[in-house]
């Protein structure tokens, strides 16, 4: 219930404050320079970068000690530190993940900022964890995963995955984890970060698509069994960031099943694929797993950083992370009235929910749906256009969103210098990266504003 109080002694000056109309006049600046960045990124480097000598020479110095301009403060930082990055916003920013932010997330950012939100628990942030709860909810749903199903949002796919391995080993027990040569490199840190012995991670070759060998994985169990081991779980992935390759979860779901298994799915990069009709196709079988993440932050247009990771299991969340001795897990979720504290690792956190929670109300899923559904296709375009090309050989085919292809008959070496000329240019970014022990250029094209010309321009330069 909202209160009313009569002011009591006159309040001291905030030390740090400033006058109403002054925060105006910064705050108006700061959204004028945002907009202004949205409306000239794409006439701008995809990726700049500059050296430790200039970069200091702009932003150190001894520690401030008195008060300075503060719109000078803001140029500085917008005019020379924000252009040196990547620009995953940027139409061509094809190298490693874009991140295509839309507006209506950056307003969300912005509020929930401004108003210092702290998820933290129930008693204290009723109202944005029912936003959290309900994102989860509305992902849940875009996703295919039954009901009961819970999460929480974290920093990205890191510590996702860590936060579902944490909850698989807190409901199962010790044991193996089985992986491929393509899973995400951060997940065998995440297994070595919750102290899985080597002997307990067992990373098998990709067959000829790049995607896990469920026969191998068979065997593989049964051997470990036949040692004495306990398989614990699965990490498939669902559209790899090298080649947007998705493991056969259907397969690898039943094995699952018989063998007591977790099924792990990491759709960091891949997962929202499922909201359009020849994603969900690709992805058969992630609405089987027993947790799923998600990146928000990748191909859902939020700004860094928001991750999500979905456990199916009720009540798993809470038995790996709850701290609170006398929590009652039942009569809490009875009421609805979730500790998102007793999810993940953070205690203090702030609410990631905000942004995604205006992105899907202000455009709603089907706009979103059709956002995704066009990376999908301009990688489809791209193909087409290798094809076409004597010049250039593809490597793996359009995947979600991804292609990866090689200059016919070049050195491995040649790809990489090509991307780094194209960098340096910034025109464009690119990535070369290896397949299979081959030297490629890679394209992730999840930006629904890149255009047919974008990636024609760019392969003409690359093919250069
Ligand atoms: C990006 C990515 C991760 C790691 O996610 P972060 O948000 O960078 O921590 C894990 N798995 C896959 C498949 C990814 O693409």
Redesign the pocket.
């Known amino acids: 219930m909202a209160g009313e109080y009569a002011s009591g002694p006159r309040r001291p000056a905030d030390p740090l404050g400033m006058a109403p109309d002054e925060m105006r006049r910064l705050g108006h600046l700061v959204v004028d320079l945002v907009i202004d960045h949205f409306e000239t990124r794409a006439d701008r480097p995809a990726i700049q970068q500059e050296t430790p000598e200039e970069l200091w020479k702009a932003l150190g110095g001894p520690v401030p000690r008195a008060p300075g301009d503060p719109e000078q403060a803001i140029r500085t930082l917008v005019e020379s530190a924000l252009p040196h990055m990547q620009h995953g916003d940027h139409p061509r920013y094809f190298a490693r993940?874009p991140s295509p932010s839309s507006f209506a997330a950056v307003l969300g950012e912005w509020l929930g900022t401004g108003h210092n939100v702290i998820a933290t628990s129930w008693a204290g942030a009723s109202g944005p964890t029912t936003v959290e709860l309900v994102v989860i909810e509305w992902l849940r749903v875009l996703l295919g995963m039954p009901e009961g199903t819970e999460g929480v949002l974290v920093?990205?796919?890191?510590?996702?995955?860590l936060t579902a391995f944490a909850a698989a080993r807190a409901e199962l027990g010790d044991g193996v984890a089985y992986l491929t040569d393509q899973?995400?490199s951060?997940?065998p840190r995440d297994l070595r970060a919750l102290g899985f012995p080597p002997s307990h991670i067992r990373v098998l070759d990709s067959d000829v698509t790049l995607r896990m060998p469920v026969g191998e994985l068979a065997e593989a169990v049964a051997a470990d069994r036949a040692a004495g081991l306990r398989p614990l779980m699965v990490l498939a992935?669902a559209?790899?960031?090298n080649t947007g390759s998705v493991d056969p979860l259907p397969e690898i779901a039943d094995l699952c099943v018989t063998e007591n298994m977790w099924f792990h799915v990491?759709?960091?990069?891949?997962a929202p694929a499922a909201l359009c009709d020849s994603g969900r196709s690709a992805l058969r079988g992630i609405e089987r797993a027993d947790s799923l993440?998600v990146?928000p932050?990748?191909w859902l247009f939020q700004p860094y950083?928001v991750?999500c990771v979905l456990v199916r299991r009720p009540g798993a969340l809470e038995r790996a992370f709850s701290i609170d001795a006398e929590y009652l897990k039942d009569t809490a979720a009875a009421r609805g009235e979730v500790n998102l504290r007793d999810r993940s690792l953070e205690l203090s956190r702030r609410s990631r929910a905000l942004k995604l929670w205006l992105t899907f109300t202000v455009h709603g899923a089907d706009r979103i749906r059709s956002a995704v559904s066009r990376g999908i296709q301009l990688a489809e375009f791209a193909e087409e256009r290798l094809h076409a090309d004597p010049v250039w050989e593809v490597v793996t085919p359009a995947r979600l969103g991804v292609v990866t292809f090689a200059l016919s008959g070049s050195g491995d070496g040649a790809h990489a210098a090509r991307a780094a000329a194209l960098a340096a240019d910034g025109y464009a970014a690119v990535t070369s990266t290896t397949v299979r022990g081959r030297g490629v250029l890679r394209l992730c094209t999840i930006n629904p504003t890149t255009t047919e010309d974008d990636i024609v321009q760019t392969l003409a330069r690359l093919a250069g």
């Open positions: 993940v920093s990205g796919g890191s510590l996702a995955n899973t995400h951060s997940l992935t559209g790899s960031t990491d759709g960091a990069y891949g993440v990146d932050h990748k950083d991750g």
